[in-house]
C-alpha cells in the first residue's frame, strides 16, 4: 500500500507542476467549468431533499448549468494556444461565439421555463 500513495503523491505533483504553466485565461475557464458544475450538483442534491415539484424549473436549472459548463470547455478548446486545430480562430471571434451560444442557450432554457 505504500507504494500506491508515493505514487498518487508523485501523480499529484507532477500534474500540480504541469498546471502551473498554464495560461492564467485557461484558469479562469477552469474555475468558471467548476463553478457551473457545482451550481448543477447544488440543484441536484437540493431536489434530492426537499423535492422535484416544478420539475421543469430544476431541469431548466441543471440544463443551464451543464450547458454553459459544455460551453466554456470550447472556449477552453478553441482559446489554448497548444491546439494546433483552432490556431486561425482569434481568441475574440471564440468568446463571441461563446456568448452567442450562451445566449441561445438561455434563451431555449427560458422559454422551457414557460
Do not use: W
Not at 490556431?87 to 427560458?110: G, Q, S, T, Y
Amino acid at each position: 500500500m505504500p507504494r500506491a500513495t508515493s505514487d498518487a503523491k508523485l501523480l499529484i505533483q507532477s500534474l500540480t507542476k504541469a498546471y502551473a504553466a498554464t495560461p492564467t485565461n485557461l484558469k479562469i475557464i477552469d474555475l468558471y467549468v467548476i463553478c457551473a458544475v457545482a451550481t448543477a450538483l447544488m440543484q441536484v442534491a437540493y431536489m434530492g431533499l426537499v423535492g422535484s415539484f416544478p420539475f421543469n424549473s430544476f431541469l431548466s436549472g441543471v440544463l443551464s448549468c451543464i450547458g454553459t459548463a459544455v460551453l466554456a470547455v470550447c472556449l477552453r478548446i478553441q482559446v489554448n494556444k497548444d491546439n494546433k486545430e483552432f490556431k486561425d480562430l482569434p481568441p475574440e471571434r471564440a468568446f463571441a461565439d461563446f456568448i452567442l451560444c450562451n445566449l441561445v442557450l438561455h434563451l431555449v432554457i427560458m422559454n422551457f421555463l414557460g
